[in-house]
């Protein structure tokens, strides 16, 4: 390593102008390997600029951080040397000899012009520095500690203890990998200046729910302890440590350890996996030529092949040089194309592999003109390199009746030439087929996922108009067309006899057939006295529109999401308002739609003769399918609560309940179980599980492991709505736990409508870069923004460089 020549131009900003210009004594630091010797050393320094007495931390955190550098194994021990004498920064001899330097102060401006530059000289030379809560405080004048820091503390900030939980976000960082995930935990919490997440890697928040944070409250991303790279060496703060009993607990010893072991060099680690400059988005694909959509249809879905291609489909809806009919007596009513392309990597270049004529371009309009039929998902077999099997999820234009206007949705498996990359139409062999009504819109769903058994699932919507129930409960059995309701979701996602508002799990077969799997909600012989059914496909009932669903094949849970009705503000008399749903599926289920929302919250009945009428609450352990409409079975399996849920006003809207269980529905009562999140316009977009495990070896663009294991969430919308990586208790998940952790994403997923404005599906691929599709700014069309992107890392490996590790003490 180069010299660190130290001169007055290294103090910037404030700092150099708000003290004296130092003298021509200013010493130099030449240093020609990082500081440090064959044993490590900590330097604790404890100098404070604060009047009175020493405080009682300092004695507290040197015998914590002493008796750290006893324990652990023998070859991460260090020695630890205390000193409040500032010159020691100007002594450069004595400050190359440690590896790390904490800094355990009450603040204030502790050193002076040579000093500081003497610690610049020290990290610049690949030093390491670990700040300690009000460390924060020191050097007020000095852009370049701030820096260091990463952040201020505000005047506002509490000064009282409190109890409060923090969230540990980061599993892998050696300061917070062995922590509780939801750490309960006495400190006195500061608040920021300046939020620093994005800047600093963030490994912890403290949730501000749990405590009373005051008036300069950071809201839902409170970082509490962060670390970066810094101007050549490595730099953690935490904030917390302001209490002397902090350093008795085993958890916070554990905490500092893995920072002292970072930054002293004794172990690698990654802080750079949440800075925001380490990620770059880059759009793929080009607009189309004109009349032509030799690039992209309208986006739809999109799946990744094991040699790094990229599968997107177009749903149906032409751009707006092609005729679109929306008359029942012309037989090309809603005649459309979907479209196959493929995004090779190593070419950077688009084909067109196919298109299914299908029903789905009647362009917009009301429920009864706009359709959501047409091509609506894509899986590639499990043993696609070797069989080239593509499975498409699509509502074929041959198979509509337009008199009864019904349809025939269906999952195909079709054949690809790997060599051209075209979809042999000839090689169709459909494996599962079902009626849907096509007189009016929406709720299509389309998401398909494989897990590692084999077993394909299949998302449906609920094939349900959202007009004739006021955006509350889709439970309107009077609208019909020819004895077909189609406002009614118990005659779909409620009915247990019915393929549609479903997650489908099959075990497809090599000849084109299906078996059913063990474990599918229903066997498909169940009966009840009134003559209801079941279809043994059944995994999940009671969605209303999953477009976008995934299964973790290391785990092989599943995570769905769904979009909800339209009303937007809850009502005592109906029921809960719009609410956006995800939820990670452990096991088959009814999910609650239309009986049930969120956390179990139910809607009102509504029945005939009268459906304006409200009749009494949906018992949501008890659900009951007395439609009219229903040919399955009457009594229904429970409802499981999901984990997140989102309206216009918030993130998982709760009510106080009466002593039957019902929610007030007052929206001054309500209070919000997930504040980082929050709707308007919203369509929730399921995203994947990173695993970091799949990466094909050798990847310069791999998402970092601190990823690992986080589910990614989204909305179709980039306002207020989600887009975020959550981290999940695998011990409450499967019962509607909600997520103990949530990371933004919109920094990195770039929105905004030059960016990635309208998420419509997004997945790893074998590299580890994260593939998203962007709609485009219409409806029922593509445009000049529908595109595909990558969103690539670009931040390099851990640090320490693995040839500057240092050696621990052997004595």
Same mark, same amino acid.
């Given at each position: 390593?180069?010299?660190?020549?130290?001169?007055?131009?290294? *103090?910037?900003?404030?700092?150099?102008?708000?003290?004296?210009?130092?003298?021509?004594?200013?010493?130099?630091?030449?240093?020609?390997?990082?500081?440090?010797?064959?044993?490590?050393?900590?330097?604790?320094?404890?100098?404070?600029?604060?009047?009175?007495?020493?405080?009682?931390?300092?004695?507290?955190?040197?015998?914590?951080?002493?008796?750290?550098?006893?324990?652990?194994?023998?070859?991460?021990?260090?020695?630890?040397?205390?000193?409040?004498?500032?010159?020691?920064?100007?002594?450069?001899?004595?400050?190359?000899?440690?590896?790390?330097?904490?800094?355990?102060?009450?603040?204030?401006?502790?050193?002076?012009?040579?000093?500081?530059?003497?610690?610049?000289?020290?990290?610049?030379?690949?030093?390491?520095?670990?700040?300690?809560?009000?460390?924060?405080?020191?050097?007020?004048?000095?852009?370049?500690?701030?820096?260091?820091?990463?952040?201020?503390?505000?005047?506002?900030?509490?000064?009282?203890?409190?109890?409060?939980?923090?969230?540990?976000?980061?599993?892998?960082?050696?300061?917070?990998?062995?922590?509780?995930?939801?750490?309960?935990?006495?400190?006195?919490?500061?608040?920021?200046?300046?939020?620093?997440?994005?800047?600093?890697?963030?490994?912890?928040?403290?949730?501000?729910?749990?405590?009373?944070?005051?008036?300069?409250?950071?809201?839902?991303?409170?970082?509490?302890?962060?670390?970066?790279?810094?101007?050549?060496?490595?730099?953690?703060?935490?904030?917390?440590?302001?209490?002397?009993?902090?350093?008795?607990?085993?958890?916070?010893?554990?905490?500092?350890?893995?920072?002292?072991?970072?930054?002293?060099?004794?172990?690698?680690?990654?802080?750079?996996?949440?800075?925001?400059?380490?990620?770059?988005?880059?759009?793929?694909?080009?607009?189309?030529?004109?009349?032509?959509?030799?690039?992209?249809?309208?986006?739809?879905?999109?799946?990744?092949?094991?040699?790094?291609?990229?599968?997107?489909?177009?749903?149906?809806?032409?751009?707006?040089?092609?005729?679109?009919?929306?008359?029942?007596?012309?037989?090309?009513?809603?005649?459309?194309?979907?479209?196959?392309?493929?995004?090779?990597?190593?070419?950077?270049?688009?084909?067109?592999?196919?298109?299914?004529?299908?029903?789905?371009?009647?362009?917009?309009?009301?429920?009864?003109?706009?359709?959501?039929?047409?091509?609506?998902? &894509?899986?590639?077999?499990?043993?696609?390199?070797?069989?080239?099997?593509?499975? *498409?999820?699509?509502?074929?234009?041959?198979?509509?009746?337009?008199?009864?206007?019904?349809?025939?949705?269906?999952?195909?498996?079709?054949?690809?030439?790997?060599?051209?990359?075209?979809?042999?139409?000839?090689?169709?062999?459909?494996?599962?087929?079902?009626?849907?009504? &096509?007189?009016?819109?929406?709720?299509?769903?389309?998401?398909?996922?494989?897990?590692?058994?084999?077993?394909?699932?299949?998302?449906?919507?609920?094939?349900?108009?959202?007009?004739?129930?006021?955006?509350?409960?889709?439970?309107?059995?009077?609208?019909?067309?020819?004895?077909?309701?189609?406002?009614?979701?118990?005659?779909?996602?409620?009915?247990?006899?019915?393929?549609?508002?479903?997650?489908?799990?099959?075990?497809?077969?090599?000849?084109?057939?299906?078996?059913?799997?063990?474990?599918?909600?229903?066997?498909?012989?169940?009966?009840?006295?009134?003559?209801?059914?079941?279809?043994?496909?059944?995994?999940?009932?009671?969605?209303?529109?999953?477009?976008?669903?995934?299964?973790?094949?290391?785990?092989?849970?599943?995570?769905?999401?769904?979009?909800?009705?339209?009303?937007?503000?809850?009502?005592?008399?109906?029921?809960?308002?719009?609410?956006?749903?995800?939820?990670?599926?452990?096991?088959?289920?009814?999910?609650?739609?239309?009986?049930?929302?969120?956390?179990?919250?139910?809607?009102?009945?509504?029945?005939?003769?009268?459906?304006?009428?409200?009749?009494?609450?949906?018992?949501?352990?008890?659900?009951?399918?007395?439609?009219?409409?229903?040919?399955?079975?009457?009594?229904?399996?429970?409802?499981?609560?999901?984990?997140?849920?989102?309206?216009?006003?918030?993130?998982?809207?709760?009510?106080?309940?009466?002593?039957?269980?019902?929610?007030?529905?007052?929206?001054?009562?309500?209070?919000?179980?997930?504040?980082?999140?929050?709707?308007?316009?919203?369509?929730?977009?399921?995203?994947?599980?990173?695993?970091?495990?799949?990466?094909?070896?050798?990847?310069?663009?791999?998402?970092?492991?601190?990823?690992?294991?986080?589910?990614?969430?989204?909305?179709?919308?980039?306002?207020?709505?989600?887009?975020?990586?959550?981290?999940?208790?695998?011990?409450?998940?499967?019962?509607?736990?909600?997520?103990?952790?949530?990371?933004?994403?919109?920094?990195?997923?770039?929105?905004?409508?030059?960016? &990635?404005?309208?998420?419509?599906?997004?997945?790893?691929?074998?590299?580890?870069?994260?593939?998203?599709?962007?709609?485009?700014?219409?409806?029922?069309?593509?445009?000049?923004?529908?595109?595909?992107?990558?969103?690539?890392?670009?931040?390099?490996?851990?640090?320490?460089?693995?040839?500057?590790?240092?050696?621990?003490?052997?004595?």
């Amino acid at each position: 390593m180069t010299a660190g020549l130290l001169t007055t131009g290294l *103090l910037s900003g404030t700092a150099a102008s708000a003290r004296p210009e130092p003298g021509p004594s200013l010493t130099t630091m030449s240093v020609k390997s990082p500081p440090g010797g064959a044993n490590v050393r900590v330097l604790i320094f404890h100098g404070s600029a604060a009047s009175g007495g020493e405080s009682p931390l300092v004695n507290a955190g040197i015998e914590a951080i002493e008796r750290i550098g006893l324990s652990g194994p023998v070859n991460q021990r260090f020695k630890v040397e205390a000193t409040d004498d500032a010159s020691v920064f100007t002594d450069e001899a004595r400050l190359g000899r440690f590896n790390a330097i904490v800094f355990l102060t009450g603040g204030g401006d502790v050193l002076d012009p040579e000093q500081e530059a003497g610690l610049e000289a020290y990290m610049e030379a690949g030093g390491g520095f670990v700040g300690l809560h009000d460390a924060a405080r020191a050097e007020p004048y000095s852009e370049w500690f701030t820096g260091l820091i990463g952040a201020r503390p505000a005047s506002s900030s509490p000064t009282t203890v409190q109890r409060a939980t923090v969230e540990v976000g980061d599993r892998v960082h050696p300061a917070t990998k062995d922590l509780p995930v939801q750490w309960k935990r006495p400190d006195r919490w500061l608040n920021w200046v300046k939020n620093p997440s994005g800047t600093v890697h963030t490994v912890a928040r403290v949730r501000e729910s749990t405590y009373q944070p005051g008036t300069g409250a950071s809201g839902w991303d409170h970082p509490v302890s962060w670390c970066r790279d810094y101007d050549g060496g490595r730099s953690f703060y935490t904030g917390m440590g302001g209490t002397v009993s902090s350093y008795d607990e085993t958890d916070f010893r554990a905490h500092l350890r893995g920072a002292l072991l970072w930054t002293t060099r004794l172990v690698r680690a990654d802080c750079k996996a949440t800075i925001n400059g380490n990620y770059r988005a880059e759009r793929l694909t080009k607009p189309n030529q004109p009349g032509r959509n030799d690039q992209i249809g309208e986006p739809h879905g999109l799946v990744t092949a094991p040699d790094g291609r990229v599968f997107y489909i177009g749903r149906g809806g032409a751009d707006s040089s092609q005729p679109v009919i929306t008359d029942w007596n012309d037989p090309d009513i809603g005649k459309g194309k979907g479209e196959i392309h493929v995004y090779d990597p190593r070419t950077g270049q688009v084909t067109l592999a196919g298109a299914l004529t299908v029903f789905g371009n009647k362009g917009g309009g009301d429920e009864l003109v706009k359709v959501e039929e047409g091509l609506l998902g &894509i899986e590639l077999d499990p043993r696609f390199e070797e069989n080239g099997w593509v499975y *498409l999820h699509y509502t074929p234009h041959s198979g509509i009746d337009r008199e009864t206007r019904m349809a025939e949705r269906r999952v195909s498996r079709f054949t690809l030439d790997r060599a051209t990359d075209k979809l042999d139409l000839a090689s169709e062999k459909v494996l599962l087929e079902w009626p849907v009504q &096509i007189h009016s819109c929406c709720h299509a769903g389309g998401g398909m996922a494989w897990d590692s058994k084999g077993n394909l699932y299949i998302a449906t919507g609920d094939n349900n108009s959202s007009r004739f129930s006021d955006g509350y409960s889709g439970n309107n059995p009077e609208p019909d067309f020819k004895g077909v309701s189609f406002a009614d979701a118990r005659r779909t996602a409620g009915n247990t006899n019915n393929l549609n508002g479903k997650i489908l799990r099959i075990h497809p077969e090599p000849d084109g057939t299906y078996t059913l799997p063990e474990g599918n909600l229903f066997t498909g012989k169940e009966t009840d006295e009134g003559g209801g059914k079941t279809r043994g496909e059944i995994y999940v009932m009671g969605v209303r529109n999953p477009a976008r669903i995934f299964v973790d094949k290391t785990t092989d849970i599943l995570y769905a999401g769904w979009v909800g009705p339209d009303a937007s503000a809850p009502s005592p008399v109906w029921g809960p308002a719009k609410y956006d749903t995800f939820a990670v599926i452990t096991k088959a289920s009814n999910r609650g739609w239309p009986y049930c929302m969120g956390n179990k919250q139910p809607y009102r009945d509504r029945n005939l003769p009268d459906p304006s009428v409200p009749l009494g609450w949906y018992d949501c352990d008890h659900p009951k399918n007395e439609s009219p409409n229903n040919d399955g079975l009457v009594d229904l399996p429970p409802v499981t609560g999901n984990n997140i849920w989102y309206s216009p006003q918030g993130g998982g809207p709760d009510f106080p309940r009466d002593a039957d269980g019902i929610p007030s529905y007052r929206q001054e009562d309500a209070t919000y179980r997930l504040p980082w999140l929050k709707g308007g316009g919203q369509a929730a977009m399921n995203g994947p599980v990173y695993r970091h495990a799949d990466v094909a070896p050798g990847s310069d663009v791999a998402w970092p492991t601190y990823w690992d294991g986080k589910w990614f969430v989204g909305d179709f919308y980039d306002a207020d709505q989600p887009r975020n990586a959550v981290l999940m208790d695998p011990r409450t998940q499967g019962d509607g736990g909600p997520p103990v952790h949530s990371e933004s994403l919109k920094k990195i997923v770039p929105v905004g409508n030059d960016g &990635i404005k309208n998420l419509m599906d997004w997945k790893f691929g074998p590299d580890g870069a994260l593939y998203v599709l962007d709609y485009g700014r219409g409806f029922f069309t593509s445009d000049a923004k529908s595109a595909l992107w990558r969103v690539t890392y670009t931040g390099g490996g851990p640090t320490p460089a693995a040839d500057q590790l240092a050696r621990g003490s052997q004595s």
